[in-house]
């Protein structure tokens, strides 16, 4: 299921928050919200013992006269009421749903669920979530190999653009589809066929949007092939003497010794492709970026 897509500029706490709950969110949405918070008091089932010990308090001030017991004896048992009442917290959960709910309303515009697109963009929003978590999940990103600290920034401003797109035409086609339920006379088709064209156009950009950032992430899967393979082939050629020596020893360097060498060749191969790879990296990254935006 597609995670909730968050505005960049949401605090980055609060943007967590609201990514790890989108089926609450779901249910704030529908109209749903949690019970505030009750002032303070005591819980019913320490009321009782508390008159029950003030009526012996007074009982035992009658027949005594000392009148000092009673207001002791309140003052332990007060003393252990608050010590108890101190020690209840709120489920977990309801503070949860609290704090999350003034989140969601603080920040309303700044996220998008699951309610907020249609099936065609669920799909494409999917798609862009796999594509980036693959890209910040890489290890040529994480070992520095692209500019991972520009991925971190710009892939989701890009999710949260593409987001933000889909819902816009996910709304447009809901209403295009309202106005054309129950059929449609020759002047109102004539009237919507732009809207249409429109429509399809803006769809088809979006769509190629989402494909750069497929295509993005090919080429770091790619390099990240190519890295993985070039770490196995190093740790072979630093094996490479003992194998050499075996050879040596057994008098079989007539048999061995060629397959051996490719060993080197592989070695400067995989070095290559990971170069070209990391290179057709930046060069989708920076196709990206598209033209510049006022």
Not at 91 to 106: F, K, N, T
Not at 175 to 181: E, M, P, S
Request: glycine fraction near 6%.
């Amino acid at each position: 299921m597609q995670r909730v897509v968050v505005d960049p500029e949401v605090p980055a706490d609060v943007a967590e928050l609201l990514r790890r709950n989108g089926p609450l969110l779901s249910r704030f949405r529908a109209g749903w919200s949690p019970k505030p918070e009750d002032a303070p008091r005591l819980p019913a089932a320490l009321v009782a013992p508390l008159g029950v010990t003030a009526a012996l308090a007074a009982a035992f001030t009658a027949l005594t006269g000392i009148s000092v017991a009673f207001l002791v004896l309140l003052a332990v048992y007060a003393t252990i009421l608050t010590c108890v009442y101190i020690g209840r917290k709120p489920a977990p959960h309801d503070a949860v749903e609290r704090v999350l709910y003034r989140h969601s309303q603080q920040y309303r515009g700044g996220y998008l669920i699951l309610e907020d697109f249609d099936y065609g963009a669920r799909d494409l929003l999917g798609r862009v979530q796999r594509a980036i978590d693959s890209i910040l999940g890489s290890r040529v990103n994480t070992m520095g190999m692209l500019d991972s600290v520009r991925n971190s920034v710009m892939l989701p401003a890009e999710e949260w653009e593409i987001a933000r797109l889909l819902t816009k035409l996910s709304a447009l086609r809901a209403r295009h589809g309202n106005l054309a339920r129950g059929g449609r006379t020759p002047e109102v088709a004539a009237a919507m066929a732009p809207l249409e064209r429109a429509l399809a156009a803006s769809e088809a950009a979006v769509v190629a949007r989402v494909e750069a950032l497929e295509r993005y992430a090919r080429h770091v899967s790619n390099a990240d092939r190519a890295l993985r393979s070039q770490s196995q082939i190093d740790a072979l050629l630093a094996h490479l003497p003992e194998y050499e020596q075996l050879v040596a020893e057994t008098g079989a360097a007539r048999f061995s010794a060629p397959e051996i060498g490719h060993l080197s060749e592989d070695a400067a191969q995989l070095q290559r492709a990971l170069r070209d790879s990391v290179r057709s990296a930046h060069e989708a990254f920076r196709y990206l970026d598209g033209p510049p935006r006022g």
